[in-house]
């Protein structure tokens, strides 16, 4: 993997943990409501039954690459852990049965209609673990992966990155991820590059 000079940082630091990264997840960055990523239902600031925060990119995988043990203790014991956890570049409003249908799954395209969601176009199949989300999230979905390998120096596999490549431009940044990425810049201080400029994407080596 090659880290790209003109995008790769440092952790974020104003975020220490999940639970500050939680509340400032609903009271500020959706205090207004919003959309869930993989099925676009709409929610309102005061009503979010059934919804969670969903970690595009797993935290599994990066308790597994910082070799940190399991979830509880690296929160425990590894401070790059809780920022990684924390950063809201990483997190999405979901359904939490899609989300735990997604489980740490990684994204991929399935052939045929394995729909497990009759209102929600988000297919599965476990025993491969792979999940193919709807169209309309896949270039955001592919920009957080990117962004999440840029910052903290994480692995997406050569297969799995060129398939988001792609993704990531059949579909551009909407008004929406714009300003998500501004007002994510106000709380924790840094910027998702790729929604900036997306041909930065043709930079990454994996």
């Given amino acids: 993997m090659l880290l790209l000079s003109a995008v790769a940082g440092c952790d974020q630091t104003q975020i220490l943990d999940y639970e500050q990264a939680r509340i400032l997840f609903w009271e500020e960055l959706y205090s207004n409501g919003g959309k869930t990523l993989y099925c676009g239902d ?3 600031s005061r009503y979010r039954q059934g919804l969670n ?25 590894s401070e790059r852990f809780n920022r990684i956890e924390a950063d809201l570049h990483n997190l ?12 740490s799954f ?3 395209l399935l052939v045929g209609e394995r729909t497990s969601f009759s ?19 896949r270039g955001e979905i592919a920009r957080a992966m990117f962004y999440m390998q840029q910052e903290y120096g994480l692995t997406i596999f050569r297969k799995h ?20 990425n501004d007002r994510i810049e106000q709380l924790q201080g840094n910027r998702n590059h790729f929604v900036d400029d997306p041909d930065l994407v043709n930079l990454i080596d994996f």
């Fill in 42 to 44: 709409s929610f309102n």
């Fill in 53 to 77: 925060i969903e970690h595009i990119f797993p935290m599994s995988w990066v308790t597994r690459e910082l070799k940190c043990g399991k979830r509880k203790q690296c929160r425990a014991n």
């Fill in 92 to 103: 999405y409003p979901s359904r939490q049965e899609v989300n735990d249908a997604r489980s």
């Fill in 106 to 108: 990684r994204f991929g």
């Fill in 119 to 137: 209102d929600c176009d988000f297919e599965v199949d476990r025993r491969r673990r792979v999940v193919e989300p709807r169209p309309a999230s």
């Fill in 161 to 180: 990155g060129e398939m988001l490549k792609t993704w990531h431009f059949r579909d551009a940044p909407s008004k929406h991820e714009k300003w998500r």
